[in-house]
């Protein structure tokens, strides 16, 4: 498989440290809030990323981290913690914001055919793992303490901009522009690793550590939670591409000075979701949610497979005209679909017929994982002349890795279509009507498809066999 790694700013083979294993880790939620829409395009578009590993052989081990604590308003280590302004703005204590939001996300994800990751792990679990990281860190005089924080020295690093040719001057405009420069820091770049009591004193959540009683900077849980399951060797890394600069730069930064090597080879980054009006917020305009959208009449698996029509690399526009069209595209699908899953004889699965029509899907999601080609190779399916089994059988394996529940969608629109237990009454006339369709008495047959409409109910002839619907 080929993908494009941040790293190296190319499309590369994927060839991960030990054959036939990927060891992958996915930067988590903040849970203060709802997830947005935006946030769920990259876990939808990672969960596709894992799938195909596993549908191309690899045993993969994939974990997230749940940020609970840390992270704060600003990316750049001011402002309050998001956790504790979520508690303030719903008066709750921060463990029962964390773990409300936790489940909300999940019940997202569930909705939108997200497999859970193999570990999750909340930062607030992991305290002692992070002081064992920075108090190591600290000997190798990668970390300093000033004004009460521990703060990673980047001057230590040879090359600490890993993802980009950043200058520090480039990085001092956006200090002027939003937030006001710390002092303690030795340089413009450098990061907290741990906050004390001396800075921070509304923090709610705070720990003993060999620095005072304080609480971890955001950046710090990744590379321990990831160090502590995935081992010293990571193969590949995800996250939306707003973390690139500063989170995984800083996590490279902690990761690689406290292991005296590199750490991940690949870094997968999603591009975000915009609204007409910009960058998607959790403030401002409408609050784009999961559930909003149900409210509204969409199944969430419209939005998956929006999300799935274009390419994870390339920002994507939200509308709900957008959204329609793909909901008028996943309906029509479905329609395809329930008319093989419907069909009186299904014939065998033809193997070559088989291999020969995977190859397309195969092809376009080791290019890059291009799910808008690997739907056209859905598409090229049911174009195909072959048998409905083998169809059925294509889409089932396709769907493993799309997740879009196209089966059992079309079994559902079936039922639906039929209206449930279709009157005695209708299907004796049924029953009349292809005795006449079969003597070629076919002013009979249309009486009789008069009469069976007058009860509610349509009837028709398709390559399938006799199909009844309700009206
Ligand atoms: P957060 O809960 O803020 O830590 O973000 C969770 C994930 O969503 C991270 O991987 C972010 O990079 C990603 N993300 C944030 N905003 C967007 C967006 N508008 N579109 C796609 N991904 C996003
Ligand atoms: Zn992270």
């Excluded at 000033?146 to 980009?164: P, Q």
């Excluded at 590949?236 to 591409?241: K, L, N, R, S």
């Excluded at 679909?337 to 397309?360: C, F, N, P, Q, T």
């Excluded at 739907?375 to 169809?391: F, G, H, M, Q, R």
């Amino acid at each position: 498989m080929n993908i494009y790694n941040t790293l190296t700013h190319r499309i590369e083979e994927f060839i991960p440290n030990e054959e036939g294993k990927v060891a992958m880790y996915t930067c988590g939620p903040t849970v203060y809030h709802y997830a947005h829409i935006g946030n769920l395009r990259s876990y939808i578009m990672e969960d596709v990323l894992e799938k195909y590993l596993r549908y191309d052989g690899y045993n993969v081990k994939r974990v997230m981290n749940i940020t609970d604590v840390g992270h704060l308003t600003s990316d750049g280590d001011t402002g309050d913690d998001k956790m504790l302004k979520g508690a303030k703005r719903e008066h709750k204590t921060v463990m029962e914001i964390a773990k409300f939001y936790t489940d909300a996300f999940f019940e997202d994800c569930g909705k939108l055919n997200i497999k859970t990751p193999d570990v999750v792990a909340p930062a607030t679990q992991c305290i002692g793992d992070f002081i064992k990281v920075i108090s190591a860190l600290i000997e190798k005089g990668f970390a300093y303490e000033s004004g009460g924080n521990i703060y990673f020295d980047t001057s230590k690093l040879e090359d600490y901009y890993v993802f980009h040719n950043f200058s520090e001057e480039d990085l001092e405009v956006g200090v002027r522009e939003g937030v006001e420069e710390d002092t303690n820091k030795k340089n413009k770049a450098d990061f907290v690793l741990w906050f004390t009591k001396s800075k921070f004193d509304s923090q709610e959540l705070k720990w003993d550590s060999p620095w005072g009683v304080g609480y971890p900077g955001w950046h710090i849980e990744c590379s321990c939670i990831s160090m502590k399951n995935l081992g010293e060797y990571l193969d590949i890394h995800c996250g939306g591409v707003d973390n690139i600069f500063p989170h995984h730069t800083n996590e490279i930064a902690q990761s690689e000075a406290y292991l005296g090597h590199k750490w991940c080879n690949y870094w997968f980054h999603v591009h975000h979701l915009n609204t007409n009006s910009g960058k998607m917020s959790k403030s401002k305009g409408e609050f784009l949610t999961v559930s909003l959208l149900e409210s509204k009449g969409y199944d969430p698996l419209i939005y998956r497979f929006f999300c799935l029509q274009s390419h994870y690399r390339k920002s994507l526009v939200f509308t709900y005209e957008n959204l329609d069209n793909a909901k008028a595209a996943y309906e029509k699908l479905i329609g395809r679909i329930s008319a093989l899953v419907s069909a009186e004889d299904k014939g065998d699965v033809i193997s070559d017929d088989l291999e020969g029509l995977k190859k397309g899907f195969i092809a376009a999601m080791n290019e890059d994982l291009n799910t808008s080609n690997a739907i056209t190779a859905l598409y090229d399916v049911l174009k195909a002349d072959t048998t409905p089994a083998t169809k059925l059988a294509l889409i089932e394996d396709f769907d493993r890795v799309l997740s879009l529940d196209l089966k059992a969608a079309a079994e559902r629109y079936l039922e639906e279509k039929k209206g449930g237990d279709i009157p005695q009454e209708v299907l004796a006339l049924v029953e009349e009507r292809k005795s006449a369709r079969k003597a070629k008495d076919f002013a009979r047959a249309d009486e009789l498809r008069d009469r069976i409409a007058a009860l509610g109910y349509a009837v028709k002839e398709t390559r399938q066999g006799t199909e009844i619907t309700k009206l």
